[in-house]
């Protein structure tokens, strides 16, 4: 390298000096590229109003990662981190590797380098998109076909706008792409400038060819090139208890060892299979096989081919890295084999075709420790009594360990990952399954741990991420006496955190934790659940959709936690349920037996003792990672944060419904505080609102209405305390929220008709249909019933969500922003329906406009960052608020400022442009006037608001 | 958690919007259709009985009103009852218990009739008259490939026996034993215009059985085979005579499956102890379920019976003629073609073969992937005689993946397998206590080949499951029964014996839906299920004085006016009529120790007019159907005054339907 072409005859210096510094330029921005996104997603639904935002760089994605992780997993959609996970790791290196190139081939670097260079460069960002484009199809067309819910296979333009069911898709690239685009055409021009080819007679490139080529030689070629193989011989000749060290090198199969002896192979002696048959067979008893490569067996099951088959008693395989195999080790009538520390992976066919890694039938009392088995079939233990298995890794293969009638042995300690079904236990008594982590059996069954007729078992501080079914238990305990138990297991994240069919008796659960599954407990097929534990000694288990409460302090909730059928009744008949869960729409549960008005939900299970907490000491950390570990997925994090905060989170609901009762405020909040990753967003706010008052709530954006509102809907956890006509918003959430009628920003509708949507609220709050024809009335909407929803303007949709809010003729009116994205005649119609209501119930209005607080207000409770609420009246308000401050009018032709001005002159208004507007000087009395000198001179406006101080 | 401060905007909108998609997702208004449609007395009932739609739905499609039919009848196995049992689908109702091994005394089978004894002679087993069987698999006559409703099969797992039901009038007509073999299991099913019913052996056994060879000389002595036994239609008989056998090696040869349209002349058995294990655990041998499932595969036989059938006929196959079965050796069927094995998964259930007769489905239980073999593949490589090598007995292996077409992963414990109309297939599986819907290589909905679809759980235990017409080339589809082995819970407890219980399946949808539970006596292993319309079953005899078993007039027929006692020595026959409400002759007096034979006649030509004909002391009961002649034969060896009397309600004046039989010292 460090020769380089000075002579070169057709390239002025200073030409050349312009290329290098473009070359240097390039490498620059190349290397700054790093610390931009390259290109963004966002998906819109109807849900997530605000979008979810995936933000590429070239070597990671930010984000809302999670949720958006979180969604796809219920339609079968791999992780967005398990994506190009090579291109990622190799991307920083690459890029700056790329940009040293680009500034020292312009400088100094030969032909071929500055080939390389521009080539690089500009092949960087077409790879960018195109791999990007890869994964994305890949992704989208290879859903996991057993996900909760299924989408036919679909596509996102990887720039533009798509759709996915309710999902819409943008994809654009950002500033990094960008600047990798500029850097790849500075590369090009200072190619063009440094173009002519350096002087043959230059040894450097073929020195740095040879070097390469003399290293890729001596990779290869690791072991020596021919080594003794002479392996049947060897044996032959050694004593009994001799023990032997392969040299390093090659060996090929098969070998038969027919006396004790160890054969030890340091990691270096390779034998190999060559694709026939059996590597190794062991006959004799006290065989000790360690640091062998095994390579290659034949892939015949009917002749089991293996990399070793054990027949006789005490082998040792240890320290093996055993690879392509069929069967890994196979012990038959092998009893006290001890497998430890080895590596072994399958052959890459399907996993029909494939051997068990370790296979034991007939072998009492072995051991399998710290093995690493990856893309095998199964690891099965056929009557292998006594035996352990511990601290192994297992994944990517169908059972990740099988017990037939395997007894009295123990399981711990182990990682069961992305198997079909984790650890499946027949027929088998007097297991102790202790400290194992399972995580993502997706397989058909999917069961991180399923036992059939199995008695006696212990299962405790498992844990059990992400699985279809955390446990599946069928038939155990047979004996009911035997009763298994199960406690200080988490369950996360799992499809079903346990399935149990219903005629299964004589299981104990308790100090378990069950954390946003999405159905805790299942009962497989209907009938009832009868005869189980599910608390010890008042300790029950932790249901993170617990909706009861505690007193200050405690452990234990003040009521029973009781999982019925609703939910899995909704979600059997309509899958895309599944979609709402984890979000406020799952309140609405408490309202499912008024969906299906006849259907009463039947008892799953009832915990009388339910934790308000996750125990202590439940496994949620990573444990040490044995030989393998490495890709625990960060989720993990997140979810050990999550066991600690979702008792903040939570939801509660409980208690029946009452009417309010004369002489309680209508609203109180006192002391609320609420923040979020530590900042404050509402603090220590106290109010009180008695019945029929209509209030505003003021405040810029951030200010932390909508944070009240939802807090005050039970939609968020806080401090302190609000209670709604007497009810606690938290703890009697149902009852509380019985009084409330609820408007949100948007009306989120669907496909029917404005009859049908009130039909369906009316059902839901239990209200005679006959109200919906005066309630339509009242808020404008006569003679609208057979629209569709979709048709509707955005005011009238707003008076439809209005006019649903009102069916059940709550005393407290709730609403959101309502009018935040109508047009001002939509807004005036609907403040005038507002301000009809005033006086017969208790308003509470979120606006940041003054035109609307000022119309309906009579009292504004005013929120500010840093300072302490206030609750003005409205002349208050106004005086502090408008004081001179103008009001700006934009006109819906903006040609007609002009003549605006002068109507407004015209009409004793002093008014000037501003931008594409007009400010006004009017005090809010005279707004109406104003707005009519303006419609008298034919002139519509867009929009108004007035410029407030904050 | 910042961001779930913006996720933080969902709103109870978003509560509002599940239901919205709840409701509208399924295209109807559940309210209308669950409170708006119904009276309030009907919500009365859904409320008090806490019934889900789902239930309601279930009971609105298996409700048959009063006076209508079902749609389909379904014959199930009774099991170790030794009978088959008949229900109506869909609302599981059941219609007639068809006595097959085991005696019944409602239907006079077995007790003390001459016809029942004439059958139990014929099965006889190593010449002992067993008056029980195992009834495994039921199946129907085929014309064509297609149910034909005239003729139903059983077999007796445990003696080695089948027996044949004529369905005109639901009645036995033959009881057939093969002599070579104490014990079968696989004759499920016949070949495609029932040429032949097929039966295979189960355990391993000397042949014949009858023959002692100590079981030290498992694998040298004993062996397994499969029986091809002609059907002759006319007469509705099995022909032993003219049987032809294919010896096989002593594994445990499982279920059968019937090649059909392009593989119709083949016949595909499962195995499993390919280990050839033998107990003894006294001495310290494994038990035999840890001996007979070391090994990770077992084998299919793959058999072609119609060279079989050519060669034999052109006198082209050496055969040995053992106790009068004439049973080509494996090495002579091996040398001409007949058989080939290719590798399964271990402890194969099922081997069942797809309407079009182009791929057999084989689960092994332990294996969570059912296999799907290619009968083309199979063919070429016979034809490439490409074998990844032979068994014990010379027999050639073909290579697994060249014949396996497909590998789906079902889930765990795959046991056997029906198909539908539109493309899809259906597994019970025992361990996950479910069946899985999957589909073959062109289902109807365009779904992906090859993949699981749905799976429905079931309870408990599933062990066979029945299509309707499931194992025609043209199955009818609609519904699936699971005959599950275990009941638990399912049911008001009766005792330590459980029901079985078998759930209805509706499988029209592009869903299955569970529709109803009845749980049965006996242990139903199998059932076929035909389309109602055709059977065209009498409801009497067609002429007075019929012979169920002969099929034709009895030769002992009495008519009305003809009734008399005849003395020939110790003999007295008495020809007798039963007509309403009366026995002609009513008095039959009798010596010790003379024989009387009975001929009694029911006159009658109304439907449903059966009489009984119940001796007391003497353990007799007969049922004599309209037009039938029912004989029975007995020595008085105890003096007495013995009432009989008709033991089927037959009139107002039933009661006085009776006579004496005395018998003088």
Request: hydrophobic content about 40%; some cysteine; glycine content about 10%.
């Amino acid at each position: 390298m460090t020769s380089f072409a000075s002579g070169s005859p057709a390239v002025e210096p200073s030409q050349r000096r312009f290329a290098a510094t473009l070359g240097w330029a390039a490498a620059g921005l190349l290397a700054v590229s790093l610390f931009f996104p390259y290109w963004q997603a966002r998906l819109m639904a109807p849900q997530y109003r605000q979008g979810l935002t995936a933000t590429m760089y070239s070597y990671k994605v930010v984000g809302d990662v999670d949720e958006i992780d979180g969604l796809n997993h219920y339609i079968g959609m791999r992780k967005l981190g398990s994506l190009a996970r090579l291109e990622r790791i190799v991307a920083i290196p690459a890029v700056l590797l790329l940009a040293l190139l680009c500034g020292f081939s312009f400088w100094r670097g030969t032909y071929a380098l500055r080939v390389a260079a521009a080539g690089g460069t500009i092949f960087f960002p077409i790879a960018f998109v195109v791999d990007m484009a890869f994964w994305m199809r890949y992704a989208t067309k290879h859903l996991d076909p057993m996900a909760p819910l299924k989408l036919k296979p679909f596509s996102i333009p990887v720039i533009g706008s798509g759709r996915v069911a309710q999902f819409h898709s943008e994809l654009m690239p950002l500033l990094g792409f960008y600047l990798a685009v500029l850097a790849a055409l500075m590369t090009l021009g200072a190619f063009w400038l440094s173009r002519v080819k350096t002087p043959r007679n230059d040894l450097s490139s073929r020195r740095t060819a040879a070097v390469a080529l003399a290293i890729a030689i001596m990779s290869t070629v690791s072991y020596p090139a021919s080594a003794a193989n002479s392996l049947t011989d060897l044996v032959a000749r050694a004593a009994p208890g001799a023990v032997i060290d392969l040299p390093a090198g090659r060996y090929d199969a098969p070998l038969i060892i027919d006396k004790p002896i160890t054969l030890r192979g340091n990691g270096l002696a390779v034998i190999n299979g060559h694709g026939q048959g059996t590597l190794i067979k062991i006959k004799s008893p006290g065989v000790d096989l360690e640091g062998l490569v095994l390579e290659n067996s034949g892939d015949s099951l009917l002749f089991e081919d293996s990399a070793v088959r054990v027949e006789a008693a005490s082998a040792v395989v240890r320290g093996c890295r055993m690879s392509d195999v069929l069967f890994g080790v196979f012990l038959v009538n092998a009893p006290g084999a001890l497998v430890e520390s080895n590596h072994m992976s399958g052959k890459t066919i399907d996993m029909g075709r494939r051997g068990d890694l370790v296979r034991s039938w007939n072998s009492d009392r072995i051991t399998l420790r710290k093995n690493l088995l990856e893309g095998g079939r199964d690891t099965v233990l056929w009557f292998s009594t006594g035996s352990i298995v511990e601290s192994n890794t297992v994944r990517d293969g169908r059972y990740g360990l099988h017990f037939m009638y395997t007894n009295n042995a123990v399981v711990r300690e182990n990682i069961f990952q992305g198997n079909s079904v984790g650890l499946y236990v027949m027929y088998s008594k007097e297991l102790r399954i202790e400290d194992n982590r399972f995580e993502n059996h997706r397989g058909p069954s999917g069961a991180a741990l399923g036992l059939k007729e199995s008695d006696s078992i212990w299962v405790s501080h498992n844990f059990f991420l992400g699985n279809r079914q955390g446990i599946y238990i069928d038939g155990s305990p047979l004996i009911e006496e035997n009763s298994n138990t199960f406690t200080k297991n988490s369950f996360v994240y799992n499809d079903i955190g346990i399935s149990v069919l219903p005629g299964v008796k004589g299981n104990s659960f308790f100090s378990n934790a069950f954390v946003d599954n999405l159905q805790q407990v299942s009962l497989r097929g209907g009938g009832q659940l009868r005869g189980n534990a599910w608390s010890r000694a008042g300790q029950g288990n932790f249901w993170s959709d617990y909706a009861g409460y505690g007193a200050a302090g405690a452990a234990i909730g003040s009521l029973p936690y009781r999982q019925d059928s609703a939910w899995e009744s909704l979600m059997d008949r309509q899958p895309l349920a599944r979609f709402f869960l984890f979000t406020p729409a799952a309140q609405a549960v408490e309202l499912a037996g008024r969906a299906f008005p006849l259907f009463r939900p039947k008892p799953v299970l009832t915990d009388e003792f339910p934790l308000l907490a996750p125990p202590a000491g439940l496994p949620s950390a990573p444990m040490a990672p044995i030989q393998a570990g490495m890709e625990f997925p960060i989720g993990l994090l997140f979810v050990s944060g999550l066991l600690l905060w979702i008792p903040r989170l939570r939801p509660r609901r409980a208690a029946t419904a009452l009417t309010p009762q004369a002489n309680i405020p209508a609203l109180e909040a006192s002391n609320v505080s609420k923040s979020f990753a530590g900042q404050a967003v509402l603090s220590d706010l106290d109010v009180r609102i008695e019945p029929g008052r209509s209030v505003v709530l003021w405040g810029a954006n951030g200010a932390g209405k909508s944070t009240f509102i939802r807090c005050l809907l039970g939609l968020h956890g806080y401090e302190g305390s609000i209670r709604i006509f007497g009810r606690d918003a938290q703890s009697d959430g149902e009852s509380a929220r019985a009084f409330v009628g609820y408007v949100a920003q948007e009306f989120a509708g669907y496909h029917w008709t404005v009859r049908e949507a009130m039909e369906f609220m009316a059902d839901l709050r239990g209200v005679a249909r006959e109200r919906i024809a005066p309630t339509l009335a009242r808020c404008g909407l006569s003679g609208c019933e057979g629209k569709a929803v979709p048709q509707l303007s955005g005011g009238m949709k707003q008076k439809l969500a209005l006019a649903q809010a009102l069916l059940a003729d709550p005393p407290l009116l709730v609403l959101d922003e309502p009018c935040s994205s109508l047009d001002p005649k939509s807004r005036a119609e609907f403040l005038h329906i507002l301000q009809g209501l005033k006086g017969s119930r208790t308003i509470l209005m979120t606006s940041h406009r003054v035109e609307e607080a000022s119309a309906l207000a009579d009292l504004v409770l005013w929120l500010e960052a840093g300072r302490p609420a206030r609750l003005l009246s409205r002349e208050e308000f106004v005086r502090e608020v408008s004081a001179g401050r103008p009001l700006w009018v934009e006109l819906q032709e903006r040609g007609l400022r002009p003549r605006a001005l002068e109507a407004l002159a015209k009409a004793g208004f002093s008014a000037k442009l501003n931008g594409h507007g007009i400010w006004v000087e009017a005090e809010p009395g005279r707004v109406s006037p104003m707005l009519e000198a303006l419609s008298a001179a034919g002139i519509s406006v867009r929009d108004l608001r007035r410029e407030i101080a904050s | 958690m910042n961001k779930k401060i913006q996720f933080g905007l969902y709103t109870a909108a978003a509560g509002l919007a599940l239901f919205a998609v709840a409701l509208l997702g399924s295209g109807k208004n559940i309210f209308a259709q669950m409170s708006g449609g119904l009276g309030s007395s009907l919500e009365a009932i859904i409320k008090a009985r806490e019934l889900s739609p789902d239930d309601v739905e279930a009971a609105l499609k298996t409700f048959v009103p009063p006076g209508s039919y079902d749609e389909y009848y379904m014959f199930a196995s009774g099991g170790q009852a030794g009978n088959v049992e008949v229900f109506g689908v869909p609302s599981m109702r059941l219609m007639k218990n068809i006595p097959i091994f085991s005696e019944d005394s409602w239907q006079g089978y077995g007790i003390g009739d001459n016809e029942t004894k004439k059958l139990f002679a014929q099965g006889k087993a190593a010449g002992m008259t067993q008056t029980w069987g195992d009834v495994h698999h039921p199946a129907l006559s085929v014309t064509k490939g297609m149910y034909d409703g005239q003729f139903l099969f059983a077999n007796d797992k445990a003696n080695g026996r089948i027996g044949v039901v004529d369905l005109r009038d639901f009645h036995v007509k033959q009881i057939v034993k093969n002599p070579l073999i104490a014990t079968n299991h696989c004759g499920a099913k016949l070949t495609e215009n029932s040429e032949y019913y097929v039966e295979g052996s189960q355990f391993g056994t000397p042949l014949p059985y009858t023959k002692f060879v100590p079981l030290e000389r498992y694998k040298e002595e004993y062996r397994g085979l499969v029986t091809f036994w002609p059907f002759n239609r006319a007469e509705g008989k099995l022909e032993q005579s003219k049987t032809f056998t294919i010896e096989l090696p002593p594994y445990y040869q499982d279920l059968g499956g019937m090649g059909k349209q392009v593989s119709n002349g083949w016949v595909f058995i499962n195995t499993y102890n390919a280990e050839m294990a033998t107990p003894d655990d006294l001495k310290g041998k494994p038990p035999m379920e840890i001996a007979a499932s070391q090994r990770e595969m077992d084998y299919l036989h793959i058999i072609n019976w119609k060279r079989a059938e050519e060669l034999l006929a052109k006198g082209q196959l050496k055969y040995n003629r053992i106790s009068g079965m004439r049973v080509v050796p494996i090495a002579e069927a091996v040398a001409k073609g007949i058989l080939y094995q290719a590798a399964e998964p271990k402890s194969p259930h099922g081997s069942d073969v797809t309407p079009d007769g182009r791929f057999i489905t084989v689960s092994g239980k332990l294996d969570p992937h059912v296999t799907i073999f290619s009968f083309d593949k199979i063919q070429k490589a016979i034809a490439a005689k490409n074998f990844e090598g032979k068994d014990e007995f010379g027999i050639p292996v073909l290579r697994f993946k060249d014949v396996v077409e497909a590998q789906v992963e079902v889930g765990l414990g795959p046991l056997h397998t029906e198909y539908d109309d539109k493309g899809y297939a259906y597994t019970s599986m025992f361990l996950d206590s479910s069946i899985n819907k999957w589909s073959l290589d062109k289902p109807a909905g365009g779904e992906k080949p090859w993949t699981l679809l749905q799976s429905l759980p079931v309870h408990y235990n599933t062990g066979h499951l029945v299509v309707a017409g499931g194992d025609t080339i043209k199955p009818y589809g609609k519904y699936l029964v699971t005959l599950n082995k275990w009941s638990l819970d399912r049911a008001l407890p009766v005792g330590p014996l459980h029901p079985q219980n078998l759930q209805l399946i509706d499988i029209s949808g592009p869903t299955m839906k569970l529709l109803s539970d009845t749980p049965v006596v006996g242990e139903p292993h199998y059932a076929v299920m035909i389309k109602a319309d055709k059977l065209k079953p009498w409801k009497a005899y067609p002429e007075v004085g019929y012979s169920a078993l002969e099929r034709k007039a009895s030769a002992t027929l009495t008519l009305p006016g003809k009734e008399r006692v005849e003395r020939n020595g110790k003999d007295v026959h008495v020809f007798m009529t039963a007509q309403r409400s009366h026995f002609t002759p009513d008095r039959i007096d009798l010596n010790q120790g003379e024989r009387v034979h009975l001929h009694i006649t029911n006159i009658e030509r109304a439907e449903d007019a059966t009489h009984g004909f119940a001796l007391s002391s003497h353990n007799i009961n007969l049922s004599i159907d309209p037009g039938a002649t029912v004989d029975v034969d007995f020595t008085v060896d105890r003096s007495g005054v013995f009432p009989f009397y008709c033991s089927e309600f037959c009139s107002a004046l039933h009661m006085e339907m009776m006579g004496y039989l005395t018998v003088k010292k």
